[in-house]
């Protein structure tokens, strides 16, 4: 069984990588690479959620950081849902950067703040979505 | 050879010889009385009874021609399924049972007397209608063979030869009947036996081999499980156990309607389908409705029971539901108790088919026991007095191998089991007043780190945000630990935990150096373990380096 999960979704240009059971220095980098497998050039942005995460410490916001610093290199946004009470946000407030990232509450708010460019791209030719 | 026969009828038919070839009816023995019970004691030693079917016609074999004394002795058996005799056993033509020879019904000497049922005697076997080479190439000349029948059912030939002309007679045709009615129930009834130790043998190989090889090992538990056959006949009983997400243990067991290798099958279809549906982390009801729906979907009627229950090692709680099985068991130090839960129809039972979900603590020290019927089925006694009879049998303190052990010591009847049966047990370990660990510096074990130290600070009375900012603090000691290791050999570190007056401390160690952090990130475990904890003390040496960490959880 491994420690952690990660699941995908496509959402027109934006991958939503869902991360859940445990992110520790055994698995950090693994997710990593998957994520970053997972996300193609042509995409806008990345939502990690890590909602339904159970433990995220160091070694997983070190993986944050390399990921934000990668997607950028690519011109790709990075969004984390992590809700105020959750495993992860207690992590990131304790080890202080819970400001240093981009965070949105829940899935859908994240959604919505890459909607409109969304919707109008989908109206391309060539383009279609899912 | 027309002596009146008092054999069965259709050893009474005469035929019509053919060229070389007399057909002789069977005779009274027209042996001497003292030569009549030598002949008999020869052929019916009890002794030979005691051997298995090869040696038995082996001996057989050696005796007839003794008797007779005559240079060659042959058995075939008849296989049905090709309609030819089978060279089996012999003695002076061992060659051909080496051969393999097989003869179709119906022509030769050996197929025509299996065919006809009727005994043949060729004086010359240069002039007679003779399939088989090797007769000819041994130099035989000439032959005597009588069927072999067991309850009206031609089973085989038996057949002895002379290199030298000889008129075969009465007497030996006598003697070659005993040792044919001698010969024949015992094959017959070995034959049976491997066609039945056949079967079995297949099904209990595939019942061996669709039940899990070894059980998933998680921290905080111990497991044992056990799965024994009836007596005769292999069932659909399984277990199963397997690890799910967040260090929790999946344990299912279950019993389809039925018997022999087809519900062996159904048994291993069942429990990869609720293995794989567990994987969706769905809870034990819903799982069981799922294989449900499976059964439902299934071309052929089938029917199973089924138990399957969620442990979570870090609090002991468990989620369990039951598809028409047998209530589990939870039984401790001083007792047991029966999980009363309503049971839900059986998978295959009714469409649309829906299962409660109950939910239950199994404290530390205390094991949940599940089993199938065959455990605990005793005619004449109500169910509910043997799953009494159980709880009190196993209850105590005990290690769960021990347990199980006991379960089938004592609830297993001397004379095998006339269902058969499995049982699973998972003990939520005692939880020790102190860690004191060595542990590998590699990152996997980490996460059974946390899962001891979550159990361990829930004994020690920490809540939930108490027990979550502890485990991350520890767990980055660790993390430092594990990452400091760079001796070649297989590097350790400790971890320690003691609690007094509402004060734990903890310390990690290790024999590594303490490595300055590497940019903004590295230093981050530090951060978090000095915000998480009370009191942080670093101490690096030349021989390694210790973090001590003090946290108070009550005033």
């Not at chain 1, 339904?52 to 070190?62: C, E, K, V």
């Not at chain 2, 996997?444 to 939930?464: P, S, Y």
Request: net charge negative; charged share 25%.
């Amino acid at each position: 069984m491994n420690l952690a999960d990660v699941r995908f979704s496509d959402h027109d240009r934006v991958v939503v990588a869902r991360v859940t059971g445990e992110v520790d220095l055994s698995n950090a980098e693994s997710i990593e690479s998957a994520i970053t497998e997972a996300t193609p050039n042509q995409a806008l942005a990345l939502i990690l959620d890590v909602s339904a995460l159970d433990y995220l410490d160091s070694a997983g916001i070190h993986l944050i950081y390399k990921l934000r610093e990668r997607l950028r290199t690519r011109g790709q946004t990075l969004r984390l849902v992590i809700p105020a009470a959750s495993p992860a946000n207690d992590a990131l407030r304790l080890a202080g950067v819970s400001q240093v990232v981009d965070t949105a509450q829940s899935l859908e708010a994240a959604m919505r703040e890459f909607a409109e460019p969304d919707a109008t791209r989908a109206q391309v030719p060539g383009q279609g979505s899912v | 050879m027309d002596s009146v026969t008092d054999g069965p009828p259709e050893n009474r038919r005469r035929f019509a010889p053919r060229t070389g070839q007399t057909v002789l009816t069977p005779v009274e023995p027209a042996l001497a009385p003292s030569e009549q019970v030598e002949t008999l004691y020869r052929l019916s030693d009890p002794a030979l009874s005691e051997l298995g079917l090869n040696e038995f016609l082996d001996a057989l074999l050696v005796r007839v021609r003794e008797t007779l004394k005559v240079d060659t002795v042959a058995i075939l058996l008849y296989d049905a399924a090709t309609d030819e005799l089978v060279a089996r056993a012999a003695k002076g033509i061992e060659e051909e049972v080496e051969a393999g020879v097989r003869l179709p019904l119906g022509q030769g000497f050996a197929g025509r007397i299996a065919a006809e049922r009727v005994a043949i005697f060729i004086p010359d076997v240069d002039h007679a209608d003779i399939l088989n080479p090797i007769l000819r190439q041994k130099g035989i000349q000439s032959l005597l063979g009588i069927p072999l029948i067991v309850e009206g059912e031609m089973i085989g030939v038996l057949h002895v030869g002379s290199l030298r002309r000889r008129e075969f007679g009465p007497r030996d045709l006598a003697v070659l009947q005993v040792a044919a009615a001698r010969a024949a129930p015992g094959i017959e009834r070995a034959r049976l036996l491997s066609a039945l130790e056949r079967e079995h043998r297949v099904a209990m190989i595939l019942q061996r081999s669709l039940l899990p090889k070894r059980l998933a090992n998680v921290v905080g538990v111990e497991t044992a499980a056990r799965y024994l056959p009836a007596s005769d006949e292999v069932g659909g009983d399984w277990y199963d156990v397997f690890e799910l997400a967040r260090g929790r243990l999946g344990v299912a067991i279950g019993d389809v309607v039925g018997h022999g290798v087809g519900a062996a099958a159904l048994m291993g279809q069942l429990r990869t389908a609720l293995h794989a549906y567990a994987m969706h982390d769905l809870g034990p009801a819903k799982t069981l409705e799922l294989v449900d729906r499976y059964v439902q979907s299934m071309p052929d009627y089938a029917m199973a029971t089924a138990s399957y229950a969620v442990i979570e090692p870090d609090t002991g709680e468990v989620k369990i539901a039951s598809a028409g099985h047998l209530p589990a068991i939870v039984v401790g130090r001083d007792g047991g108790r029966v999980v009363e839960i309503a049971p839900s129809a059986p998978l295959g039972a009714f469409s649309y088919g829906r299962v409660q979900e109950h939910e239950l603590v199994v404290e530390p020290g205390e094991t949940l026991v599940l089993y199938t019927d065959g455990l605990i089925e005793r005619p004449g006694t109500p169910l509910t007095d043997s799953i009494e009879e159980l709880v009190r049998v196993v209850h105590g303190p005990r290690s769960v191998e021990d347990l199980v052990l006991r379960a089938v010591e004592e609830m297993v009847p001397p004379g095998g089991l006339r269902d058969d049966m499995a049982i699973v047990a998972i003990q939520n370990r005692e939880i020790d007043e102190e860690l004191r660990l060595r542990l590998r510096a590699d990152p996997k074990v980490l996460a059974e780190i946390r899962h001891l130290l979550r159990r361990w600070l829930r004994h020690q009375g920490a809540n939930d945000s108490q027990t979550l900012e502890i485990t991350l603090a520890v767990s980055e000691a660790c993390t430092n630990a594990i990452e400091h290791a760079y001796s070649p050999a297989p590097a350790e570190f400790s971890l320690t935990a003691t609690a007094g007056d509402g004060l734990l401390t903890f310390i990690v160690s290790d024999a590594g150096r303490w490595r300055a952090p590497r940019g903004h990130d590295r230093g981050r475990g530090l951060t978090i373990i000095r915000a998480a904890m009370d009191d942080v003390e670093v101490s690096a040496s030349e021989t390694g380096t210790e973090i001590v960490m003090q946290r108070r959880i009550a005033p």
